[in-house]
């Protein structure tokens, strides 16, 4: 199983910051990285697939970036309706599918 | 617009049994991997199962393999999930999410709001 670890576990920053979000792989898994975006009481919304690429209706503040076993997703400045939890999910070694622990984003 | 909406949650005894569903609409259903991921209460994201848009192939969390079986009927476009054997462990938010036509590619791309299963005496 691909163990996938998310860092920090809590980042806190203020509205206007960039945010740098860390995701690394027990092993290699290709470009088949993955973040969502979870709010208090509401499903995961997907963020970046491949890598990179962003998803139908997210901002260009979102970016992802990495290859292999190390992977970062950037909101390079943060809005009020960005802190919310982040997670890194890999498809790559399958199965099972898995994700990261998360990191919360937090208003400082 | 894609929808999906989960129903069959709530509370059971351990050692027992419940179906959830998950009916959607916006898409062409079977032609869509469908999967399901829970959440136990203030944690993170866990993938159960998930299983092929003709309903041929299916694939398990070691957590879950031979207790839960998910299955789908294409012609009402409804996801289940047959849970038994249940335990404490169990307890999660279910959601149901679509995928890409085939296994490992795209994304979990849209989700439903999920259904609360609860196991306890």
């Known amino acids: 199983e691909t163990v996938l670890t998310q860092s920090p576990a809590t980042l806190s920053l203020s509205p206007g910051e960039r945010a740098t979000l860390s995701c690394r792989a027990s092993?290699?898994?290709?470009?088949?990285l993955v973040w969502y975006q979870q709010k208090p009481g509401q499903a995961p919304r997907l963020l970046i697939y491949d890598v990179s690429k962003r998803a139908t209706g997210i901002p260009a503040r979102f970016s992802g970036s990495g290859s292999g076993t190390e992977f970062t997703l950037t909101i390079s400045s943060l809005e009020p309706e960005d802190f919310a939890v982040y997670y890194c999910h890999q498809r790559s070694n399958w199965p099972p599918y898995t994700f990261g622990q998360g990191t919360k984003l937090d208003i400082k | 617009e894609v929808q999906l909406l989960e129903s069959g949650g709530g509370l059971v005894q351990p050692g027992g049994s419940l179906r959830v569903s998950c009916a959607a609409s916006g898409f062409s259903f079977s032609n869509y991997v469908m999967s399901w991921v829970r959440q136990a209460p203030g944690k993170g994201l866990e993938w159960v199962a998930g299983?092929?848009?003709?309903?041929?192939?299916?694939h398990y969390a070691d957590s879950v393999k031979g207790r839960f079986t998910i299955s789908r009927d294409n012609s009402k476009s409804t996801l289940f999930l047959h849970m038994t054997s249940l335990r404490a462990e169990d307890t999660a938010v279910y959601y149901c999410a679509k995928e890409g036509q085939w296994f490992g590619v795209d994304s979990f791309d849209y989700w439903g709001q999920g259904t609360l299963i609860t196991v306890s005496s």
């Open positions: 299983l092929s848009g003709s309903g041929g192939t299916a």
């Open positions: 092993q290699s898994i290709s470009n088949y």
